[in-house]
């Protein structure tokens, strides 16, 4: 994988590294609390995780998100404490949804979060919302909503592109594509090689990114979004990716052949990254040791 470390400085690498490996370092412990039946379910979103800290660093913190099931990333960047995060992942009254809810459905007023549709492609139309929202009030603000490939083959998708087009509404139509949608895999999903390429048919500019390369996702969507806050319109962005673990945990990944997730676990974004830093001198071993440490014991504190 190559880093493209343009003009960041060595304390923004490094902090960029931190918001990557907290999303890994929960969600490790939240394997060990699966099994142990503290928490009833959980959607990885291991090997996943560039996209989600990569595009939420990118933004500024009054610029609305729209996570799905497996971005965590955006909720840890966002800085949410840990407490009330696990909170709600254990279904406590505490939690955002009071012990309503216990995975992702939630959101957040005071994080700029809205919490997930859980039918998928209708998030896209409230995106389109506060967009037109923040044009009518003046506001130089970007969108950006999630969405993994499947869910774009729901009608909404193409409704709310096709609108967001022809109004110009200032938003990042993020799709992470990691190659099956549940079980079904791209093949039978779209026939077009790439979903960037769909970007065509709604007049709308779209790029195709390394989801796993935090560099190539922090450093593209904020360029991309500095140029959506001057000359609003919307952007299709295609992040190529792969899920290591199942849809959710108890389905498994029987239908995924060994030999491809052995290539995407050569393609890591928490391995590669840090490779990158080592090899560059940025982080040493002591450094890297203290990093964790500290993401850790803040884990266990909560
Ligand atoms: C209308 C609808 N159908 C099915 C589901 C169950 N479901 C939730 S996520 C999901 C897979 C979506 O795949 P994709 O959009 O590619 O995201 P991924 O899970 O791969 O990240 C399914 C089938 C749902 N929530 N809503």
Avoid at 75 to 80: K, P
Avoid at 116 to 141: R, T, V, W, Y
Avoid at 155 to 172: C, I, Q, R, T, Y
Avoid at 247 to 274: R, T
Wanted: glycine residues 8%.
């Amino acid at each position: 994988m190559v880093y493209n470390r343009e003009n960041y400085t060595d304390k923004e690498l490094i902090n960029l590294y931190k918001f990557l490996l907290k999303p890994r370092l929960i969600e490790e412990k939240m394997l060990i609390l699966l099994r142990q039946g503290k928490i009833s379910k959980w959607f990885s979103g291991i090997g996943q995780e560039a996209i989600s800290v990569g595009i939420t660093n990118a933004l500024n913190f009054d610029e609305y998100i729209l996570p799905m099931h497996r971005n965590l990333g955006v909720f840890t960047s966002r800085n949410i404490p840990l407490y009330r995060l696990f909170s709600q992942f254990q279904g406590k009254k505490s939690g955002f949804s009071k012990g309503r809810e216990r995975s992702f459905h939630f959101g957040t007023q005071e994080f700029k979060i809205v919490g997930m549709i859980s039918h998928l492609g209708p998030q896209f139309g409230i995106a389109n919302g506060i967009a037109l929202g923040d044009l009518l009030k003046n506001e130089s603000k970007v969108t950006a909503v999630f969405s993994g490939e499947g869910g774009t083959s729901e009608g909404d998708f193409h409704e709310a592109l096709n609108v967001a087009s022809v109004w110009n509404l200032p938003v990042l139509f993020c799709i992470e594509n990691n190659g099956y949608g549940l079980s079904t895999p791209v093949s039978q999903q779209f026939k077009c090689e790439n979903i960037a390429d769909k970007g065509i048919g709604y007049g709308m500019e779209s790029h195709i990114i390394d989801g796993n390369n935090i560099l190539e996702v922090h450093s593209t969507v904020r360029e991309i979004a500095k140029s959506l806050r001057l000359n609003p319109r919307p952007v299709l962005l295609e992040f190529k990716t792969f899920r290591m673990r199942g849809h959710e945990e108890a389905s498994g990944m029987k239908y995924i052949p060994q030999e491809l997730i052995n290539a995407w676990a050569e393609k890591d974004p928490v391995k590669n990254y840090h490779a990158f830093l080592t090899s560059e001198k940025i982080l040493s071993n002591e450094m890297d040791t203290l990093i964790k440490e500290e993401i850790i014991d803040e884990i266990n504190d909560h």
